[in-house]
């Protein structure tokens, strides 16, 4: 079992930028594929990025790939997600969330229902 904490939430400016960090517990952080989602008030959970256990697989949501990028540091057991060119359609909750899977490069489907567990989450709130 792993517990997830989000971090470096907060209000932005449109273009401005974010990191969001995701502390994993436990030593086992790196058997996990980890992702980061996201949701808005009245909307569905939304794929964001994820990243496979060794960190050289990732894959991105259409609306971010070439704005965010997501990495991981294994030995600290902590995910990041870097949110570059922030747009009012970003705002929303983020969400870290874990996967344990069999291989270095595995990446689960892009869907919440496909991770097992996931933090509290953390408010992004870009604004003119």
């Known amino acids: 079992q792993v517990q997830l904490v989000e971090s470096g939430g907060g209000l932005v400016q449109i273009g401005g930028s974010l990191r969001l960090s995701c502390a994993a517990s436990?030593?086992?952080?790196?058997?996990?594929?980890m992702g980061w989602f996201r949701q808005a008030p009245g909307k569905e959970r939304e794929f964001v990025a994820a990243?496979?256990?060794?960190?050289?697989?990732?894959n991105y949501g259409d609306s971010v790939k070439g704005r965010f990028t997501i990495s991981r540091d294994n030995a600290k057991t902590t995910v990041y997600l870097q949110m570059n060119g922030l747009k009012p359609e970003d705002t929303a909750v983020y969400y870290c969330?874990?996967?344990?899977?069999?291989?270095?490069?595995?990446?689960?489907?892009?869907?919440?229902?496909?991770?097992?567990?996931w933090g509290q989450g953390t408010q992004v709130t870009v604004s003119s």
């Open positions: 969330q874990a996967r344990s899977v069999a291989h270095q490069t595995e990446l689960p489907p892009i869907t919440a229902a496909s991770y097992y567990y």
């Open positions: 436990g030593r086992t952080f790196s058997r996990y594929a």
């Open positions: 990243i496979s256990r060794g960190g050289s697989s990732t």
